[in-house]
Protein backbone atom coordinates (compact mmCIF):
# COMPACT_ATOMS: atom_id res chain seq x y z
CA UNK A 1 0.00 0.00 0.00
CA UNK A 2 2.74 2.07 0.76
CA UNK A 3 3.97 2.00 -2.99
CA UNK A 4 0.61 2.74 -4.14
CA UNK A 5 0.20 6.13 -2.09
CA UNK A 6 4.00 6.81 -3.37
CA UNK A 7 2.81 6.36 -7.34
CA UNK A 8 -0.84 8.39 -6.72
CA UNK A 9 1.43 11.15 -4.77
CA UNK A 10 3.46 11.44 -7.78
CA UNK A 11 1.04 11.47 -10.14
CA UNK A 12 -0.87 14.72 -7.79
CA UNK A 13 2.84 16.17 -8.09
CA UNK A 14 2.64 15.80 -11.95
CA UNK A 15 -1.10 17.26 -12.37
CA UNK A 16 -0.55 20.41 -9.66
CA UNK A 17 2.99 21.44 -11.96
CA UNK A 18 0.85 20.71 -14.81
CA UNK A 19 -2.14 23.26 -13.75
CA UNK A 20 0.13 26.21 -12.61
CA UNK A 21 2.45 26.10 -15.14
CA UNK A 22 -0.28 26.12 -18.20
CA UNK A 23 -4.20 26.10 -16.90
CA UNK A 24 -6.12 23.95 -19.03
CA UNK A 25 -8.85 25.42 -21.65
CA UNK A 26 -12.25 25.53 -19.40
CA UNK A 27 -14.13 25.77 -23.38
CA UNK A 28 -12.90 21.96 -24.13
CA UNK A 29 -14.16 20.89 -20.44
CA UNK A 30 -13.23 17.53 -19.24
CA UNK A 31 -10.92 17.31 -22.33
CA UNK A 32 -8.56 19.30 -21.86
CA UNK A 33 -6.88 17.98 -18.59
CA UNK A 34 -6.43 14.54 -20.74
CA UNK A 35 -3.12 16.00 -21.68
CA UNK A 36 -2.61 15.78 -18.05
CA UNK A 37 -3.95 13.13 -16.64
CA UNK A 38 -2.54 10.43 -19.12
CA UNK A 39 1.01 11.50 -18.97
CA UNK A 40 0.59 11.97 -15.15
CA UNK A 41 -0.90 7.95 -14.79
CA UNK A 42 1.73 6.92 -17.04
CA UNK A 43 4.54 8.16 -15.66
CA UNK A 44 3.49 6.97 -11.96
CA UNK A 45 2.34 3.68 -13.51
CA UNK A 46 6.12 3.23 -14.97
CA UNK A 47 7.53 4.20 -11.71
CA UNK A 48 5.10 1.88 -9.49
CA UNK A 49 6.30 -1.04 -11.35
CA UNK A 50 9.76 -0.15 -11.28
CA UNK A 51 9.18 -0.26 -7.29
CA UNK A 52 7.21 -2.97 -7.34
CA UNK A 53 10.15 -4.98 -8.60
CA UNK A 54 12.99 -3.37 -7.25
CA UNK A 55 11.05 -2.40 -3.56
CA UNK A 56 13.10 0.59 -2.25
CA UNK A 57 12.63 2.19 1.16
CA UNK A 58 10.26 4.99 1.28
CA UNK A 59 11.40 6.90 3.88
CA UNK A 60 12.59 10.59 4.56
CA UNK A 61 16.03 9.41 5.70
CA UNK A 62 16.71 7.56 2.85
CA UNK A 63 18.50 8.51 -0.37
CA UNK A 64 15.70 5.79 -2.32
CA UNK A 65 12.87 8.06 -2.16
CA UNK A 66 14.95 11.62 -3.23
CA UNK A 67 16.86 10.13 -5.83
CA UNK A 68 13.27 9.14 -7.83
CA UNK A 69 12.11 12.48 -6.90
CA UNK A 70 14.84 14.19 -9.04
CA UNK A 71 14.37 11.44 -11.68
CA UNK A 72 10.76 12.63 -11.82
CA UNK A 73 10.57 15.82 -11.35
CA UNK A 74 12.84 15.96 -14.43
CA UNK A 75 10.50 13.69 -16.76
CA UNK A 76 7.75 16.11 -15.52
CA UNK A 77 9.52 19.06 -16.67
CA UNK A 78 10.36 17.99 -19.54
CA UNK A 79 6.61 16.67 -20.88
CA UNK A 80 5.46 19.96 -19.10
CA UNK A 81 7.62 22.13 -21.50
CA UNK A 82 6.19 20.57 -24.66
CA UNK A 83 2.59 20.86 -23.02
CA UNK A 84 3.08 24.55 -22.61
CA UNK A 85 4.17 24.86 -25.65
CA UNK A 86 1.20 23.24 -27.80
CA UNK A 87 -0.86 25.40 -25.06
CA UNK A 88 1.04 28.69 -26.06
CA UNK A 89 1.88 28.01 -29.73
CA UNK A 90 -0.53 25.17 -30.78
CA UNK A 91 2.23 23.52 -32.18
CA UNK A 92 5.12 21.26 -31.01
CA UNK A 93 8.74 22.63 -30.74
CA UNK A 94 11.41 19.69 -29.45
CA UNK A 95 14.33 21.80 -29.93
CA UNK A 96 13.25 24.94 -27.98
CA UNK A 97 11.48 23.24 -25.19
CA UNK A 98 14.15 24.36 -22.97
CA UNK A 99 13.71 27.73 -23.22
CA UNK A 100 10.43 27.71 -22.23
CA UNK A 101 10.42 29.27 -18.32
CA UNK A 102 8.42 25.97 -17.10
CA UNK A 103 11.66 24.27 -17.89
CA UNK A 104 14.38 27.02 -16.69
CA UNK A 105 12.67 27.52 -13.14
CA UNK A 106 12.18 23.54 -12.93
CA UNK A 107 15.51 22.84 -13.65
CA UNK A 108 16.91 25.19 -11.10
CA UNK A 109 14.82 23.86 -8.90
CA UNK A 110 16.15 20.00 -9.92
CA UNK A 111 19.53 21.23 -9.14
CA UNK A 112 18.55 22.92 -6.01
CA UNK A 113 17.32 19.60 -5.07
CA UNK A 114 20.75 17.79 -6.12
CA UNK A 115 22.18 20.09 -4.05
CA UNK A 116 20.71 19.28 -0.88
CA UNK A 117 21.12 15.88 -1.64
CA UNK A 118 24.85 16.24 -2.09
CA UNK A 119 25.19 18.64 0.96
CA UNK A 120 23.37 15.46 3.11
CA UNK A 121 25.46 13.43 1.80
CA UNK A 122 28.46 15.56 3.13
CA UNK A 123 26.86 16.11 6.68
CA UNK A 124 26.93 12.52 6.76
CA UNK A 125 30.69 12.24 6.34
CA UNK A 126 32.02 10.06 8.96
CA UNK A 127 34.75 13.14 9.40
CA UNK A 128 31.59 15.25 11.17
CA UNK A 129 30.84 12.10 13.50
CA UNK A 130 34.17 10.31 14.18
CA UNK A 131 33.90 10.29 17.99
CA UNK A 132 30.43 8.71 17.59
CA UNK A 133 31.19 6.39 14.51
CA UNK A 134 34.37 4.53 16.88
CA UNK A 135 31.84 4.30 19.96
CA UNK A 136 28.91 2.30 17.63
CA UNK A 137 30.83 -0.70 18.58
CA UNK A 138 30.35 -0.93 22.34
CA UNK A 139 33.60 -3.06 23.16
CA UNK A 140 33.98 -3.95 26.88
CA UNK A 141 38.06 -5.38 27.76
CA UNK A 142 37.69 -8.58 29.42
CA UNK A 143 39.68 -9.00 32.52
CA UNK A 144 42.12 -12.04 32.49
CA UNK A 145 39.41 -14.26 34.92
CA UNK A 146 37.17 -13.78 32.19
CA UNK A 147 39.57 -15.22 29.70
CA UNK A 148 39.44 -18.34 31.28
CA UNK A 149 36.10 -18.71 31.76
CA UNK A 150 35.19 -17.72 28.56
CA UNK A 151 37.53 -19.94 26.47
CA UNK A 152 36.73 -22.69 28.61
CA UNK A 153 37.96 -26.67 27.10
CA UNK A 154 35.25 -27.29 24.63
CA UNK A 155 35.40 -31.30 23.62
CA UNK A 156 37.20 -32.35 20.61
CA UNK A 157 33.51 -33.53 19.08
CA UNK A 158 31.80 -30.35 19.57
CA UNK A 159 34.35 -27.98 17.30
CA UNK A 160 32.94 -26.81 13.95
CA UNK A 161 34.50 -28.87 11.53
CA UNK A 162 31.45 -28.45 8.65
CA UNK A 163 32.33 -25.20 6.46
CA UNK A 164 29.33 -23.66 4.83
CA UNK A 165 30.75 -25.08 1.30
CA UNK A 166 31.15 -28.54 2.80
CA UNK A 167 27.81 -28.40 4.21
CA UNK A 168 26.37 -27.24 0.36
CA UNK A 169 28.18 -30.24 -0.98
CA UNK A 170 26.81 -33.33 1.41
CA UNK A 171 23.49 -31.83 1.07
CA UNK A 172 23.18 -31.87 -2.19
CA UNK A 173 24.07 -35.56 -2.72
CA UNK A 174 21.10 -36.19 -0.46
CA UNK A 175 18.16 -34.11 -2.11
CA UNK A 176 17.70 -37.08 -4.85
CA UNK A 177 15.32 -36.16 -7.02
CA UNK A 178 14.38 -32.81 -5.40
CA UNK A 179 17.54 -31.14 -7.70
CA UNK A 180 15.26 -31.32 -10.69
CA UNK A 181 12.87 -28.86 -9.67
CA UNK A 182 14.06 -27.01 -6.44
CA UNK A 183 17.83 -25.23 -5.57
CA UNK A 184 19.75 -25.09 -2.18
CA UNK A 185 19.19 -21.53 -0.64
CA UNK A 186 21.61 -20.09 1.31
CA UNK A 187 23.10 -21.48 4.31
CA UNK A 188 22.64 -19.79 7.85
CA UNK A 189 24.44 -20.78 10.72
CA UNK A 190 22.55 -21.03 13.99
CA UNK A 191 23.16 -22.36 17.53
CA UNK A 192 20.05 -25.17 18.26
CA UNK A 193 18.43 -26.18 21.22
CA UNK A 194 15.83 -28.26 20.38
CA UNK A 195 14.09 -31.50 20.32
CA UNK A 196 11.69 -32.86 17.26
CA UNK A 197 11.29 -36.23 14.99
CA UNK A 198 11.69 -34.88 10.97
CA UNK A 199 10.89 -36.96 8.04
CA UNK A 200 13.67 -36.62 5.30
CA UNK A 201 13.28 -37.05 1.47
CA UNK A 202 13.87 -40.65 1.34
CA UNK A 203 11.25 -41.39 4.19
CA UNK A 204 13.11 -42.11 7.44
CA UNK A 205 12.45 -40.84 10.58
CA UNK A 206 15.36 -38.87 12.53
CA UNK A 207 15.65 -38.01 16.11
CA UNK A 208 16.60 -34.24 15.97
CA UNK A 209 17.60 -33.54 19.46
CA UNK A 210 20.60 -30.86 19.68
CA UNK A 211 21.79 -28.66 23.06
CA UNK A 212 23.42 -25.85 21.79
CA UNK A 213 24.65 -27.09 18.91
CA UNK A 214 25.93 -24.98 15.94
CA UNK A 215 24.03 -26.24 13.12
CA UNK A 216 23.38 -25.26 9.56
CA UNK A 217 19.92 -24.54 7.74
CA UNK A 218 18.54 -23.65 4.60
CA UNK A 219 15.31 -23.79 2.48
CA UNK A 220 14.79 -25.32 -0.76
CA UNK A 221 14.25 -22.59 -3.37
CA UNK A 222 12.28 -22.57 -6.78
CA UNK A 223 14.79 -22.97 -9.99
CA UNK A 224 12.57 -20.22 -11.82
CA UNK A 225 9.17 -18.64 -12.35
CA UNK A 226 7.47 -21.71 -14.04
CA UNK A 227 8.04 -23.93 -11.14
CA UNK A 228 6.79 -21.72 -8.95
CA UNK A 229 3.51 -21.14 -10.43
CA UNK A 230 2.73 -24.70 -10.80
CA UNK A 231 3.54 -24.98 -7.31
CA UNK A 232 3.67 -22.23 -4.98
CA UNK A 233 5.59 -23.44 -2.33
CA UNK A 234 8.66 -25.39 -1.40
CA UNK A 235 8.39 -29.26 0.00
CA UNK A 236 11.79 -29.38 2.76
CA UNK A 237 14.73 -27.49 4.43
CA UNK A 238 18.15 -28.72 4.99
CA UNK A 239 19.89 -29.53 8.49
CA UNK A 240 23.36 -30.15 8.59
CA UNK A 241 25.44 -30.54 12.14
CA UNK A 242 28.08 -28.36 11.96
CA UNK A 243 30.46 -30.63 14.04
CA UNK A 244 29.57 -33.51 11.89
CA UNK A 245 28.86 -33.96 8.15
CA UNK A 246 27.36 -37.25 8.03
CA UNK A 247 24.56 -36.15 10.57
CA UNK A 248 23.36 -34.20 7.36
CA UNK A 249 19.19 -34.21 6.57
CA UNK A 250 16.47 -33.26 3.89
CA UNK A 251 13.73 -32.28 6.12
CA UNK A 252 10.03 -32.84 4.57
CA UNK A 253 7.79 -32.94 7.73
CA UNK A 254 8.86 -32.35 11.83
CA UNK A 255 6.74 -34.34 14.05
CA UNK A 256 3.87 -35.53 11.41
CA UNK A 257 3.51 -31.66 9.69
CA UNK A 258 4.75 -31.36 5.65
CA UNK A 259 7.18 -28.47 5.11
CA UNK A 260 5.52 -26.05 2.74
CA UNK A 261 7.78 -23.20 2.15
CA UNK A 262 5.97 -20.33 0.57
CA UNK A 263 7.87 -17.22 1.76
CA UNK A 264 11.22 -17.43 0.76
CA UNK A 265 13.47 -14.94 -1.03
CA UNK A 266 12.97 -17.40 -4.12
CA UNK A 267 9.24 -16.66 -4.43
CA UNK A 268 7.44 -14.68 -6.65
CA UNK A 269 4.61 -11.37 -6.50
CA UNK A 270 3.50 -11.11 -2.62
CA UNK A 271 5.47 -14.54 -1.95
CA UNK A 272 8.40 -13.03 -2.21
CA UNK A 273 10.29 -12.68 1.21
CA UNK A 274 11.04 -9.16 1.09
CA UNK A 275 7.86 -8.00 -1.18
CA UNK A 276 5.82 -10.11 1.84
CA UNK A 277 7.23 -7.99 4.48
CA UNK A 278 7.12 -4.25 2.35
CA UNK A 279 3.50 -5.36 1.66
CA UNK A 280 2.98 -5.56 5.36
CA UNK A 281 3.94 -2.76 6.74
CA UNK A 282 7.97 -2.60 6.33
CA UNK A 283 7.68 -0.17 2.73
CA UNK A 284 9.74 2.71 4.95
CA UNK A 285 11.97 0.05 7.41
CA UNK A 286 15.26 -0.81 6.28
CA UNK A 287 15.40 -4.86 6.03
CA UNK A 288 18.74 -6.57 6.04
CA UNK A 289 19.66 -10.70 6.54
CA UNK A 290 16.60 -12.54 4.97
CA UNK A 291 18.18 -15.85 6.24
CA UNK A 292 16.28 -18.53 8.09
CA UNK A 293 16.46 -20.23 11.05
CA UNK A 294 14.05 -23.05 12.67
CA UNK A 295 13.25 -22.93 16.45
CA UNK A 296 13.61 -25.84 19.16
CA UNK A 297 10.45 -27.68 17.61
CA UNK A 298 11.84 -27.11 14.06
CA UNK A 299 9.61 -24.94 12.77
CA UNK A 300 10.89 -22.79 9.99
CA UNK A 301 11.05 -18.69 10.38
CA UNK A 302 13.02 -16.09 8.65
CA UNK A 303 14.27 -13.24 11.11
CA UNK A 304 14.63 -10.40 9.13
CA UNK A 305 16.94 -7.23 10.76
CA UNK A 306 15.00 -4.03 11.22
CA UNK A 307 17.31 -0.83 10.71
CA UNK A 308 17.00 3.05 11.22
CA UNK A 309 19.37 5.52 9.76
CA UNK A 310 21.14 7.21 12.85
CA UNK A 311 23.23 10.07 10.93
CA UNK A 312 21.36 11.72 7.98
CA UNK A 313 21.23 9.13 5.29
CA UNK A 314 23.87 6.89 6.72
CA UNK A 315 24.64 5.05 9.47
CA UNK A 316 22.18 2.09 10.02
CA UNK A 317 21.94 1.09 13.28
CA UNK A 318 19.53 -2.38 14.74
CA UNK A 319 15.97 -1.27 15.63
CA UNK A 320 14.66 -4.74 16.11
CA UNK A 321 13.79 -8.31 14.34
CA UNK A 322 10.96 -9.09 11.73
CA UNK A 323 10.48 -12.57 12.37
CA UNK A 324 8.27 -14.18 9.48
CA UNK A 325 6.89 -17.90 9.38
CA UNK A 326 8.10 -19.34 6.56
CA UNK A 327 4.80 -21.36 6.18
CA UNK A 328 1.90 -18.95 7.02
CA UNK A 329 3.43 -16.14 6.79
CA UNK A 330 2.76 -14.61 9.91
CA UNK A 331 4.87 -11.43 11.17
CA UNK A 332 6.04 -10.21 14.69
CA UNK A 333 8.73 -7.83 15.82
CA UNK A 334 10.70 -7.63 18.52
CA UNK A 335 13.35 -5.89 20.01
CA UNK A 336 16.84 -7.66 20.00
CA UNK A 337 16.35 -8.50 23.90
CA UNK A 338 12.77 -9.78 23.51
CA UNK A 339 13.17 -11.48 20.69
CA UNK A 340 12.89 -15.37 20.75
CA UNK A 341 15.85 -17.59 22.29
CA UNK A 342 15.62 -19.65 19.05
CA UNK A 343 16.90 -16.28 17.27
CA UNK A 344 20.33 -15.99 16.37
CA UNK A 345 21.85 -13.41 13.96
CA UNK A 346 20.30 -9.94 14.98
CA UNK A 347 22.89 -8.07 14.15
CA UNK A 348 23.86 -8.61 10.38
CA UNK A 349 27.49 -9.54 9.53
CA UNK A 350 28.17 -6.81 7.18
CA UNK A 351 27.10 -4.43 9.58
CA UNK A 352 29.32 -5.22 12.16
CA UNK A 353 32.18 -5.30 9.52
CA UNK A 354 31.71 -1.59 9.54
CA UNK A 355 31.78 -1.07 13.41
CA UNK A 356 34.85 -2.76 13.18
CA UNK A 357 36.69 -0.99 11.00
CA UNK A 358 35.05 2.56 12.90
CA UNK A 359 36.47 1.18 16.14
CA UNK A 360 40.01 0.62 14.99
CA UNK A 361 40.14 3.29 12.70
CA UNK A 362 38.98 6.05 14.50
CA UNK A 363 40.73 5.44 17.59
CA UNK A 364 42.88 8.61 16.71
CA UNK A 365 40.81 10.40 14.82
CA UNK A 366 39.61 10.40 11.03
CA UNK A 367 42.85 11.92 10.19
CA UNK A 368 45.95 9.96 10.71
CA UNK A 369 48.17 10.06 7.70
CA UNK A 370 51.68 7.48 8.04
CA UNK A 371 50.63 7.51 12.21
CA UNK A 372 49.35 4.01 12.64
CA UNK A 373 50.45 3.56 16.01
CA UNK A 374 47.68 2.48 18.48
CA UNK A 375 45.32 1.79 15.75
CA UNK A 376 43.50 -1.77 14.63
CA UNK A 377 42.16 -3.57 12.68
CA UNK A 378 40.10 -6.69 12.07
CA UNK A 379 42.24 -10.26 10.66
CA UNK A 380 40.59 -11.40 7.66
CA UNK A 381 37.86 -13.71 8.58
CA UNK A 382 34.75 -13.88 10.90
CA UNK A 383 33.23 -16.69 11.78
CA UNK A 384 29.93 -17.87 14.76
CA UNK A 385 30.98 -19.50 17.57
CA UNK A 386 29.63 -21.31 20.24
CA UNK A 387 30.59 -20.28 24.06
CA UNK A 388 29.29 -21.15 27.48
CA UNK A 389 27.56 -17.63 27.79
CA UNK A 390 25.96 -17.94 24.21
CA UNK A 391 26.28 -17.47 20.10
CA UNK A 392 29.60 -14.70 19.32
CA UNK A 393 30.85 -13.29 16.08
CA UNK A 394 34.86 -14.59 16.38
CA UNK A 395 37.25 -12.61 14.54
CA UNK A 396 40.65 -11.90 15.43
CA UNK A 397 42.52 -8.43 16.19
CA UNK A 398 45.72 -6.93 14.92
CA UNK A 399 47.72 -3.86 15.00
CA UNK A 400 47.87 -1.87 11.90
CA UNK A 401 51.50 -1.59 11.58
CA UNK A 402 51.74 -5.35 12.02
CA UNK A 403 50.95 -8.09 9.63
CA UNK A 404 52.52 -10.88 12.31
CA UNK A 405 50.72 -10.35 15.68
CA UNK A 406 48.00 -10.63 16.79
CA UNK A 407 46.42 -8.29 19.58
CA UNK A 408 43.66 -10.28 21.01
CA UNK A 409 40.10 -11.15 19.66
CA UNK A 410 36.57 -9.45 19.66
CA UNK A 411 33.61 -11.95 20.74
CA UNK A 412 30.59 -10.15 19.51
CA UNK A 413 27.00 -10.77 20.98
CA UNK A 414 25.13 -11.70 17.70
CA UNK A 415 21.92 -10.45 19.13
CA UNK A 416 22.36 -7.62 20.93
CA UNK A 417 26.15 -6.48 18.93
CA UNK A 418 27.71 -6.05 22.27
CA UNK A 419 31.45 -7.06 22.44
CA UNK A 420 33.96 -8.23 24.46
CA UNK A 421 37.87 -7.67 23.54
CA UNK A 422 39.94 -10.25 25.03
CA UNK A 423 43.63 -8.70 24.71
CA UNK A 424 46.43 -11.75 24.30
CA UNK A 425 49.86 -12.22 22.53
CA UNK A 426 50.51 -14.37 19.85
CA UNK A 427 50.34 -14.88 16.21
CA UNK A 428 47.53 -13.78 14.00
CA UNK A 429 45.15 -16.05 12.54
CA UNK A 430 46.81 -15.27 8.96
CA UNK A 431 50.23 -16.15 9.95
CA UNK A 432 49.15 -19.26 11.49
CA UNK A 433 47.35 -20.10 8.00
CA UNK A 434 50.98 -19.49 7.26
CA UNK A 435 52.71 -22.18 9.47
CA UNK A 436 49.36 -25.17 8.18
CA UNK A 437 50.62 -24.42 4.72
CA UNK A 438 54.29 -24.39 4.45
CA UNK A 439 55.61 -26.35 7.65
CA UNK A 440 53.31 -29.52 7.36
CA UNK A 441 53.55 -32.53 4.71
CA UNK A 442 50.66 -30.96 2.61
CA UNK A 443 52.58 -27.93 1.66
CA UNK A 444 53.09 -29.22 -2.23
CA UNK A 445 49.36 -29.86 -2.54
CA UNK A 446 48.60 -26.34 -0.64
CA UNK A 447 50.76 -24.72 -3.82
CA UNK A 448 48.89 -26.58 -6.70
CA UNK A 449 45.79 -25.54 -5.41
CA UNK A 450 44.35 -28.95 -4.52
CA UNK A 451 43.82 -27.68 -0.85
CA UNK A 452 42.79 -25.20 1.37
CA UNK A 453 42.33 -23.76 4.83
CA UNK A 454 39.61 -22.60 6.14
CA UNK A 455 40.14 -19.82 8.38
CA UNK A 456 40.89 -20.50 11.66
CA UNK A 457 39.43 -20.14 14.69
CA UNK A 458 40.60 -20.09 18.60
CA UNK A 459 40.13 -22.45 20.64
CA UNK A 460 41.20 -23.62 23.78
CA UNK A 461 42.60 -27.33 23.53
CA UNK A 462 43.78 -28.84 26.94
CA UNK A 463 44.69 -25.86 28.20
CA UNK A 464 46.14 -24.28 25.67
CA UNK A 465 45.58 -21.10 22.83
CA UNK A 466 45.12 -22.53 19.66
CA UNK A 467 43.61 -21.96 16.33
CA UNK A 468 41.99 -24.79 14.51
CA UNK A 469 41.41 -25.16 10.92
CA UNK A 470 40.63 -27.46 8.16
CA UNK A 471 41.99 -28.84 4.67
CA UNK A 472 39.42 -28.80 2.06
CA UNK A 473 39.72 -30.67 -1.43
CA UNK A 474 39.01 -27.59 -3.65
CA UNK A 475 37.80 -30.55 -6.03
CA UNK A 476 35.01 -32.49 -4.75
CA UNK A 477 34.70 -29.94 -1.13
CA UNK A 478 35.56 -32.99 1.21
CA UNK A 479 37.69 -32.42 4.35
CA UNK A 480 40.91 -34.38 3.99
CA UNK A 481 42.99 -33.33 7.07
CA UNK A 482 42.40 -31.48 10.43
CA UNK A 483 45.13 -29.17 12.00
CA UNK A 484 45.97 -26.75 14.92
CA UNK A 485 48.90 -24.90 15.27
CA UNK A 486 49.94 -22.93 18.88
CA UNK A 487 48.83 -19.29 19.14
CA UNK A 488 52.57 -18.66 21.08
CA UNK A 489 55.12 -20.44 18.77
CA UNK A 490 55.16 -21.55 15.06
CA UNK A 491 56.74 -24.30 15.97
CA UNK A 492 54.11 -26.07 17.76
CA UNK A 493 51.61 -27.15 15.40
CA UNK A 494 49.76 -30.46 14.09
CA UNK A 495 47.77 -31.94 11.83
CA UNK A 496 45.80 -35.41 11.08
CA UNK A 497 43.21 -37.33 9.14
CA UNK A 498 40.96 -37.40 12.05
CA UNK A 499 40.41 -34.69 14.70
CA UNK A 500 41.86 -36.98 17.70
CA UNK A 501 45.23 -37.97 15.23
CA UNK A 502 45.51 -34.05 14.93
CA UNK A 503 44.76 -33.22 18.31
CA UNK A 504 47.34 -35.68 18.99
CA UNK A 505 50.34 -34.92 16.30
CA UNK A 506 49.52 -31.46 17.83
CA UNK A 507 50.07 -32.37 22.06
CA UNK A 508 52.92 -34.49 20.74
CA UNK A 509 54.61 -31.20 19.54
CA UNK A 510 54.04 -28.91 22.09
CA UNK A 511 55.75 -31.88 24.98
CA UNK A 512 58.30 -31.73 22.78
CA UNK A 513 58.62 -27.57 22.64
CA UNK A 514 57.78 -27.24 25.87
CA UNK A 515 61.36 -29.18 26.67
CA UNK A 516 62.95 -25.90 25.21
CA UNK A 517 62.62 -23.53 28.59
CA UNK A 518 62.62 -20.73 26.40
CA UNK A 519 59.43 -21.52 24.85
CA UNK A 520 56.78 -19.76 27.47
CA UNK A 521 53.22 -21.22 26.41
CA UNK A 522 50.36 -18.80 27.52
CA UNK A 523 48.28 -21.88 28.38
CA UNK A 524 44.41 -20.42 29.62
CA UNK A 525 43.98 -22.93 32.77
CA UNK A 526 47.20 -24.24 34.52
CA UNK A 527 47.69 -27.33 33.02
CA UNK A 528 50.83 -29.95 34.29
CA UNK A 529 52.15 -33.10 32.63
CA UNK A 530 50.68 -36.28 34.16
CA UNK A 531 52.89 -39.34 34.79
CA UNK A 532 51.26 -42.77 35.71
CA UNK A 533 51.56 -46.39 36.14
CA UNK A 534 48.90 -48.16 35.51
CA UNK A 535 47.51 -51.67 34.34
CA UNK A 536 46.38 -51.84 30.96
CA UNK A 537 42.46 -53.12 31.14
CA UNK A 538 41.58 -52.92 27.47
CA UNK A 539 43.58 -52.37 24.25
CA UNK A 540 41.88 -51.40 20.55
CA UNK A 541 43.66 -50.85 17.74
CA UNK A 542 41.59 -48.91 14.46
CA UNK A 543 44.33 -48.33 11.88
CA UNK A 544 47.47 -46.77 13.28
CA UNK A 545 45.07 -45.64 16.49
CA UNK A 546 45.78 -46.78 19.40
CA UNK A 547 43.45 -47.02 22.70
CA UNK A 548 43.53 -48.06 25.92
CA UNK A 549 41.71 -47.98 29.39
CA UNK A 550 43.76 -48.53 32.42
CA UNK A 551 43.49 -49.59 35.97
CA UNK A 552 42.66 -46.17 38.19
CA UNK A 553 41.65 -43.80 35.46
CA UNK A 554 37.38 -44.70 34.97
CA UNK A 555 35.28 -43.43 32.74
CA UNK A 556 38.31 -42.33 30.53
CA UNK A 557 39.52 -43.28 27.52
CA UNK A 558 43.61 -42.69 26.33
CA UNK A 559 44.59 -42.81 22.68
CA UNK A 560 47.66 -42.62 20.94
CA UNK A 561 49.27 -42.87 17.09
CA UNK A 562 52.12 -45.22 16.03
CA UNK A 563 52.87 -42.60 13.65
CA UNK A 564 53.58 -40.30 16.20
CA UNK A 565 54.25 -42.73 18.96
CA UNK A 566 55.69 -45.94 17.77
CA UNK A 567 55.96 -47.63 20.61
CA UNK A 568 52.10 -47.87 21.70
CA UNK A 569 52.70 -51.23 19.52
CA UNK A 570 54.25 -52.97 22.47
CA UNK A 571 52.34 -55.41 24.02
CA UNK A 572 52.35 -55.17 27.79
CA UNK A 573 49.93 -55.36 30.64
CA UNK A 574 51.64 -52.81 32.49
CA UNK A 575 52.56 -49.24 30.98
CA UNK A 576 53.91 -46.22 32.35
CA UNK A 577 52.51 -43.23 30.77
CA UNK A 578 52.73 -39.33 30.95
CA UNK A 579 49.19 -37.22 29.60
CA UNK A 580 48.48 -33.90 30.11
CA UNK A 581 46.29 -33.49 33.19
CA UNK A 582 42.68 -32.46 31.70
CA UNK A 583 38.33 -33.15 32.07
CA UNK A 584 38.15 -34.67 28.84
CA UNK A 585 37.20 -38.15 28.97
CA UNK A 586 39.14 -38.72 25.85
CA UNK A 587 42.68 -38.11 26.28
CA UNK A 588 45.90 -38.02 24.04
CA UNK A 589 49.34 -40.14 25.42
CA UNK A 590 52.62 -38.12 24.84
CA UNK A 591 54.53 -40.92 25.95
CA UNK A 592 54.37 -44.79 26.72
CA UNK A 593 56.54 -47.57 28.01
CA UNK A 594 55.52 -50.73 28.50
CA UNK A 595 56.65 -52.30 31.93
CA UNK A 596 56.49 -55.93 31.66
Known amino acids: MTY ?64 ELIIFAGLTLWFTSFRTLKHEYDAYQWEDAWKTPVWKYGFWSALGGI ?39 IPVEKMCTVSPEVAERVILTKMGDLKNTYELGQMTKQSFTGKFVATTADGQKVNIDYTDQLVYVAPLEHKGFFTWWKQKYTPAYVLVDASDEDKAYVITEVNGEPIKLAYTNGANFEYNLERHLRNNGYASTILDDFNMEIDENGRPFSPVTTLKNSVGMSTPVVTGVAIVDMQSGDIKWYTPESAPKFVNCIQPESLIYERLYTWGDYKNGYFHWSDKNGLLQAC ?58 ANTDLNVEMNQGVLDLTEPIFYNIEGL ?132
Open 115 to 153: LLLIASAIYTWDFFHTSYQQQLLKVEVAKDAEVKKMVSP
Open 4 to 67: VIFSLLLVAIYCVFNYFAAKPNPEKGWKAWLPIVIPALVLGGIFHVINYFTQPVIQYDYPTVYI
Open 380 to 437: KGMDIVQTPNGCFYYVGVQAQTDAVGTQGYLLIDIRTGAAKYFKRSGISEQEAIKVLE
Open 465 to 596: KTYFSTYVSTKDLTVKYYGFCSTDDKAVWGYGTTLEEAKASYMTSYYKASANKSVKFQTADKQSLVTIEAVVLEKVQEGNAYYFRLSGQEGKTFYAYSSITPEVRWEAKKVKVSFNKTDAKMIAISSYEALN
